[in-house]
């Protein structure tokens, strides 16, 4: 097996079986990208380039000329598996070579229904990328149905913000080469032994710290509990990035040490689980999310998942770990701030289906799409 890293260093090979490209190198992305990797047999010839994950929007925009300028026209290329924050119609423009070998390309999560805050031109360009993208692939993978759904669905009326000469786009054509595949997940090592030992219930954040996973809501709903005199410590996990929201300082300062257990991203897995196993509940308040990693590997390290009734959590968690407003998810976290007990029961009496999202059980489905 061969790997070309980002700054070009490759072994001789004339034939690649499979080119990675990875423009945002982090979180599920490479998660995704790594077990891919160590999977296939040690036979193949497997090419990766991949760019740090930071300025997500300049990834976007710009790394397929930077991925054009690493690949070796002197190749054959059998697939190229790449995410859908490449350009991969530029990619193929500027190298033509690749045409002919097979073009996969991941959805992690789609911009044609990402809640900016406060739109610009601009942003049109990354659902409009990611539209490119989809057509010039041969293959299309989603990693939820609400995903691919909501993807189709929306690109009439995306390519409706064009204010003339609108290109037309058939979702049925486009249908015909989209499937999903759901995000493969590794079982957690630490299986939660459930106690009573702590008295005190242990509420989880883990999600990136960006507006779109909505901390503010998040926030009110313990700085609520907080102030009506409700006991609990919260875990605040997740990957920071270089602007984060003010709402995160805010409140640390209003908790306080005596309610805070962790502050912080843990990058080492096995730390992270562990601290996971520790918590009783995990709580989303998510506006954009396609598959929810975070809150699966939560559930399967012992914590019941508080989701909002939308997106793609009823397609994976079961209803009594749905909420529909602010007042329901405060009202079930006063519940179980009340009554620990009635956590772990609710958890232990769960018929929890997460055969379905293991590697284990996705893996040959993951080969068939690269290797035939």
Known sequence: MSRQIVDGESKAASVCDVLFIEPFYGGSHKQLLDLLIDSLD??????????PAKKWHWKAR??????AQQIQATKKYR???????????ELVGLCPFLQSCKKIVYFHENQLVYPIRNRSDG????????????????VVLFNSKFNMESFLTNMSTFLKLIPDHRPIVSQTDLQQKCKVLYFPLVKPPI??????KSEVLTIVWAHRWEHDKDPETFFKALLELKDKGHKFQVCVLGQQFSKIPAIFDEAKISLGDQYIKHWGYVENKSEYFQLLSSCDVAVSTAKHEFF???????????????????LSYPEIFPTFCLYNTERQLFKKLKNYCQNKLLCLKHYQNTQWKFEKFLWTNLQTSFHDNLLT
């Open 42 to 51: 040690k036979t193949k010839n497997v090419e990766v380039l991949t760019l």
């Open 62 to 67: 710009t790394s397929a000329l930077y991925f």
């Open 79 to 89: 697939a190229i598996f790449c995410s859908s924050v490449l350009n991969l119609c």
């Open 123 to 138: 942003d049109f360009q990354y659902g409009y990328n990611q539209i490119l993208t989809a057509l010039a692939a041969d």
């Open 191 to 196: 299986v939660k032994k459930h106690s009573l």
């Open 292 to 310: 929810g990693v975070s809150m699966l590997e939560a559930a399967m390290a012992g914590c019941i998942p508080l989701c909002p009734n939308t």
